[in-house]
């Protein structure tokens, strides 16, 4: 099993372009989220889903939106880049059955907004 | 929303000791994790933790699930090198639709 992968690993865009994180999981797990890392801050959870379908706001959603059409993916949008946004994300999966909520992460995507 | 007060956010110790470090939060949770964070890379998962009382070990890595359910502990024994690192707690608080909440985390560097 190849885990979570994400792509691209490094980015740079400019002030209100906008682009597509991607995010993959081959380990048939329902829950998938995504998370922006800042200096000296912990994950902030931006969006997450449940399950194929079905998404749902997290912490900080403002100026990403998400889709989650097959169980595999969970692709985040950045509808207008801003400067604010420049940070690490990371995506998530997690089995989310039986109580079990263990978080497997992947290796993250570093985006500068210029 | 919902916070976790990690500590200490920096730790500076000689190779062999002991490290601790904490989570706190104000509210109940049901599920405690423990992940480690290397240059680069995203977040692994050391331990996780899902009764009050709990304790669990992984290798030279104990963690605790504190009985009033508000805290949790994190203890390494006999450091090394490749413990350099970023810890992070995280929780999945009782009211909390499945989203986990993560301390700012604790920065362990090892001096040789």
């Known amino acids: 099993n190849a885990g979570v992968t994400q792509t691209p690993k490094f980015q740079v865009l400019k002030t209100g372009q906008s682009m597509t994180l991607q995010c993959a999981q081959d380990?048939?797990?329902?829950?998938m989220s995504w998370y922006r890392q800042d200096p000296g801050m912990g994950l902030r959870l931006i969006h997450y889903?449940?399950?194929?379908?079905?998404?749902d706001q997290g912490e900080v959603p403002n100026g990403y939106n998400v889709s989650r059409s097959t169980t595999e993916d969970f692709p985040l949008r950045l509808l207008s880049a801003a400067p604010s946004q420049t940070s690490v994300y990371f995506c998530?999966?997690?089995?989310?059955?039986?109580?079990?909520?263990?978080?497997?992460f992947g290796p993250g995507t570093r985006l500068t907004v210029t | 929303g919902q916070q976790l007060n990690q500590s200490p956010q920096s730790m500076f110790i000689q190779e062999g000791e002991d490290v601790s470090m904490n989570c706190t939060s104000s509210?109940?949770?049901?599920?405690w994790l423990w992940y480690k964070q290397d240059p680069g890379e995203g977040p692994v998962l050391l331990i996780a933790l899902y009764k009050a009382g709990e304790l669990t070990s992984n290798g030279r890595l104990t963690a605790q699930f504190g009985i009033t359910r508000k805290d949790s502990f994190l203890n390494i024994s006999a450091s090394i090198p490749s413990d350099v690192g970023i810890y992070f707690c995280a929780g999945l608080p009782i009211q909390g639709a499945q989203k986990l909440v993560f301390g700012q985390g604790t920065r362990l560097t090892i001096n040789p």
């Open positions: 889903s449940v399950g194929a379908g079905i998404t």
């Open positions: 509210s109940i949770f049901n599920t």
């Open positions: 380990m048939n797990h329902e829950y």
């Open positions: 998530a999966s997690s089995p989310d059955g039986g109580g079990r909520y263990e978080q497997y």
